[in-house]
């Protein structure tokens, strides 16, 4: 198979970082807490980044970024946290509506320790960001360029980034259930790919997992309104709506990374490719990445996107096999 890399049409985004144009909230549930929260989107300065910032609690302790070096749990998500022992957790779907509409700059106000999980997807967020209004800003967005393969694995799960033009998502899943089994997906985050192809993909769970969950504090807040949910004997999903995509399973994966990998602090020119990973797998990437010497280079997306022109994909693709 020709490598899609190779083949892709990229288009050349915005130079400029780009914040909300105005705020605004959402109500919603936490998925594991249970949690009813309050959340308001606002508009933010250049180079400020994504900061969450817990409204529910008094002073500078309250303040939060959103940055690999501040997650402190990956445990059926994304948690960041701080010295003070704040925490706000269950991040990755809104930092990946944030990242596919290029929201550099925000605040993020929220009334409680979890983002709410609205209907499992990040596909609320972007309706709202888009509600809201884009709004470019006097300066210069950053990317971080990938200049050598990183890998970190755990058996026989991986997760890796390498050279590629423009940041693009491989992921492959397996669970021995009828209703998912193998599935795989390659997205180029462009043209619109992450509104069209990716956002609307839920989080998953097993039947037979929910009592457990509970019992360990988890998925208090987790219904068939916010979650693909398979039956005990793995063959169907039990949503009476059915499936929002055919491999909607692996399409969350890809959406889960597209969130944590945007705790790098800004988009990633290069290519994601995770084997069964998961947040924690995505987290020690990103270290790993960012401990490696000459494994990246921070330059001005204009710079980036006029590399992109030009470049040849320096490895072949497990796709291409």
Known sequence: MVNPLREAHFQVKSVFQKTLRSEISCNGTGLHTGAHVTMTMCPAKPDTGIVFRRTDISGEGAELNARWNNVVDTTMGTTIGNDNNIRISTIEHLMAALH??????????????EVPVMDGSAAPFVFLIECAGIQEQEAQRKVIEILKPIVVQDGDRSASLSPAPIFSVECEIYFDKRAISRQSCHFHLSNGTFKSDICRARTFGFEEDVAKLRAAGLARGGSLKNAVVVSCDGDKVLNEEGLRYE?????HKALDCIGDLYLAGASIRGLYRGIYSGHTLNNKLLH???????????????????ASKTWESPHVSAMEA
């Not at 596919?100 to 320790?113: F, R, V």
């Not at 790993?288 to 006029?306: D, I, N, T, W, Y």
């Open 288 to 306: 790993k990445l960012f401990e490696e010497k000459g494994a990246f280079r921070r330059v001005s997306a204009e710079e980036a996107a006029h």
């Open 100 to 113: 596919g509409c290029e929201i550099d700059n925000a605040i993020i106000n929220i009334s409680g320790p």
């Open 247 to 251: 491999d909607e399973f692996v399409r």
